[in-house]
Nanobody
Framework: QVQLVESGGGLVQAGGSLRLSCAAS????????MGWYRQAPGKERELVAT???????NYADSVKGRFTISRDNAKNTVYLQMNSLKPEDTAVYYC??????????????????WGQGTQVTVSS
């Protein structure tokens, strides 16, 4: 199976920076898109940013100009550089890998996978 492991979360003061990483492992042949989502207490999970295998990116309006998503296809890893953090960025951040092709005993499989989440807390 495919596992996504996130790292880099923590506590930071407003205006500070954090860099999240998410590494996918398993019998992976390719990954179409990777992205970051977040969920604050009492709120629904929302998209933060996505990036395709061709490096096309998409950002939520609330993070444009402050966050940058990037990926290393050779390492099946996606990053989220978060600058000028605000208290409203506080949430659990989840990594998603979409269109993941893996080699299984029954052939090539395709699926979507989520990481376990990493907490980001921004103090005012």
């Amino acid at each position: 199976q495919v596992q996504l492991v996130e790292s880099g979360g923590g506590l930071v003061q407003a205006g500070g920076s954090l860099r999240l990483s998410c590494a996918a492992s398993g019998r992976i042949l390719s990954i179409d898109a990777m992205g970051w989502y977040r969920q604050a207490p009492g709120k629904e999970r929302e998209l933060v940013a996505t990036i395709t295998s061709g490096d096309s990116t998409n950002y939520a309006d609330s993070v444009k100009g402050r966050f940058t998503i990037s990926r290393d296809n050779a390492k099946n890893t996606v990053y989220l550089q978060m600058n000028s953090l605000k208290p409203e960025d506080t949430a659990v951040y989840y990594c998603e890998a979409g269109g993941v092709k893996t080699r299984q005993t029954m052939g090539i499989m395709r699926g979507n996978y989520w990481g376990q989440g990493t907490q980001v807390t921004v103090s005012s």
